[in-house]
Nanobody, 118 residues
Framework: EVQLVESGGGLVQPGGSLRLSCAASGFTFSRYGMTWVRQAPGKGLEWVSLIYSGTSITSYADSVKGRFTVSRDNARNTLYLQMNSLKLEDTAVYYC???????????WGKGTLITVSS
């Protein structure tokens, strides 16, 4: 059974930093691309970042580029999102998502809430 469990969310002040983790199990983690998606209160889903399976190639939404860094530790089956210089508009539930063999997102974690507030 595929499981994706996010952790690391919480309350942080503007300008602060957090690192999210996603513990993956139930599949060969190293063979699949992974992404982070977020949903702000009252808003729709927003794609945040992507990391490919075979290389360190990454991609980011314009809204987080230069502030967030996605990485993975295949030996530990863990995906990370380092979030720096956090802004109020970063407040959202952040979801760890697994890509399928194509470009679809076939499994989602339950999400972890990040609240940026002074």
């Amino acid at each position: 059974e595929v499981q994706l469990v996010e952790s690391g969310g919480g309350l942080v002040q503007p300008g602060g930093s957090l690192r999210l983790s996603c513990a993956a199990s139930g599949f060969t983690f190293s063979r699949y691309g992974m992404t982070w998606v977020r949903q702000a209160p009252g808003k729709g889903l927003e794609w945040v970042s992507l990391i490919y399976s075979g290389t360190s190639i990454t991609s980011y939404a314009d809204s987080v580029k230069g502030r967030f860094t996605v990485s993975r530790d295949n030996a530990r089956n863990t995906l990370y999102l380092q979030m720096n210089s956090l802004k109020l508009e970063d407040t959202a539930v952040y979801y760890c998502v697994k890509y399928g063999d194509g470009y679809s997102m076939d499994f989602w974690g339950k999400g972890t809430l990040i609240t940026v507030s002074s």
